[in-house]
């Protein structure tokens, strides 16, 4: 059971824009910025978002990140064949004094 | 460019103890938190612990109970000793350096707990 909630999977066509939510609490999400990474099959995630909008050089702006009270989104446009992997999201956990992630979701890229 | 690199045994019997090592390159391991962060097979991301520079050290109260983080600073490494190990333990461990998100992580290594 994870401390941030995420839908398991979404989809989408390719060109379309597709966003997954996030959902924590005050003591999370609600008290600190949140991050977003991309983990391809077999590797390490990656950062894909920081400090819930800011993109890390190279990644590219069909990415964004959002936040709003306890929630967190994440958007991506233009979605290509490329996309479809895990996404996940983090942020800090005051209550933990730690990090704290999503369960994942898996991007589908119909 | 930072890089951070684990080694350990890939495989572990039941009851004993997880010891894995992170090796850190490009840059100097006396600043910043270093985490472990570990991947059960098909699931999620749990944070282990994190250690700073000093020494000071943070455990995921899940675990905390059998995790012991330390580091070297002379030989820049950091390491993760986990006691007990049952399967639940199997997964892939990552070693990060902790900032407001992680921009650096291992490759990550799998290590399997089975007799």
């Known amino acids: 059971q994870s401390v941030l909630t995420q839908p398991p999977s979404t989809s989408g066509a390719p060109g379309q824009r597709v966003t997954i939510s996030c959902s924590g609490s005050?003591?999370?999400?609600?008290?600190?910025?949140v991050n977003w990474y991309q983990q391809l099959p077999g590797t390490a995630p990656k950062l894909l978002i920081y400090?819930?909008?800011q993109r890390p050089s190279g990644v590219p702006d069909r990415f964004s990140g959002s936040k709003s009270g306890t929630s967190a989104s994440l958007a991506i446009s233009g979605l290509q064949s490329e996309d479809e992997t895990d996404y996940y999201c983090a942020t800090w956990d005051d209550s933990l004094n730690g990090p704290v992630f999503g369960g994942g979701t898996k991007l589908t890229v119909l | 460019q930072v890089q951070l690199q684990e080694s350990g045994p890939g495989l572990v019997k039941p009851s004993e103890t997880l010891s894995l090592i992170c090796t850190v390159s490009g840059g100097s391991i006396s600043s910043y938190y270093w985490s472990w962060i570990r991947q059960p097979p098909g699931k999620g991301l749990e944070w282990i612990g994190y250690?700073?520079?000093?020494?000071?050290?943070n455990y995921n109260p899940s675990l905390k109970s059998r995790v012991t983080l330390s580091l070297d600073t002379s030989k820049n490494q950091f390491s993760l000793k986990l006691s007990s190990v049952t399967a639940a333990d199997t997964a892939v461990y990552y070693c990060?350096?902790?900032?407001?998100?992680?921009?650096?992580w291992g490759q990550g290594t799998l290590v399997t707990v089975s007799s």
């Open positions: 400090n819930n909008n």
């Open positions: 990060t350096r902790q900032e407001v998100a992680i921009f650096y």
């Open positions: 250690i700073y520079y000093s020494g000071s050290a």
């Open positions: 005050s003591s999370n999400i609600g008290s600190n910025t």
